[in-house]
């Protein structure tokens, strides 16, 4: 596999924005929430499991699962979370590795940027990964994003972020941090910034298996 970055930040720091940056970049980009969502969309490879742990109360009309009530479950019932962990996890590790593999021999990008939410509080992400990028914000701005995109009280909002791991931890254990608080341009800026820092890394593990190769 080749030279693996992973993204992670808080809810509403901007994480898809950042990731569109590199992918416009010429980075391939794994998305474990977007695989998230293909494992529970209609006909989703995780949906058979999902409806007999939790029955059709979290089951859309045409089969997907119905987050908002998967939500309130969670809220009411903190054993649900676990066993919805016990059931995705596995699935989405195993499709991340898969797709950071196949990008790695088949999309002749230099190298892969995977976005996992959670890399911090999973543990399972780590070993896949050469440095870790935090998104990071002010949490004000994380709440006032989340609440205008997706509608979510304060309340709920400070609840989500109190399950995830805390700004502090996740720049204690950043390679690097692009701030993600001001304007587009400026963002901009500094992931061109890190795209050509990856590019140079990316090459010199390229070069240094060459090298080995050939010894």
């Known amino acids: 596999m080749s030279f693996v970055v992973g993204l992670t930040g808080g809810i509403g ?19 474990t929430d ?14 058979p499991e999902i409806a007999a742990a939790f029955g059709s109360s979290v089951l859309l009309a045409e089969g997907g699962l119905d987050r908002v009530a998967m939500r309130h479950l969670v809220f009411s019932d903190p054993s649900v979370k676990s066993r919805l962990e016990a059931i995705l996890h596995s699935m989405i590790r195993r499709e991340s590795v898969a797709r950071c593999r ?12 995977l976005v996992v939410p959670l890399l911090l509080e999973s543990g399972a992400y780590r070993e896949l990964v050469d440095r870790i990028l935090v998104v990071d914000c002010d949490e004000a701005v994380q709440i006032s994003r989340v609440m205008a995109r997706s509608g979510l009280a304060a309340g709920e909002i400070r609840a989500i972020m109190a399950t995830q791991a805390s700004r502090a931890e996740r720049l204690a254990v950043a390679d690097d941090v692009v701030s993600n608080a001001e304007g587009r341009e400026g963002l901009s800026a500094r992931v061109a910034a890190l795209n050509q820092r990856y590019l140079e890394l990316a090459s010199a593990i390229t070069n240094a298996d060459t090298v080995n190769a050939n010894c």
């Open 34 to 47: 977007a695989i998230a969502h293909e494992l529970t969309g209609p006909q989703g490879a995780a949906m």
């Open 102 to 113: 196949s990008a790695s021999g088949t999309s002749g990008a230099p190298y892969v940027l």
């Open 13 to 31: 720091s901007g994480k898809s924005t950042v990731a569109d940056l590199f992918a416009s970049l010429g980075a391939a980009v794994v998305d």
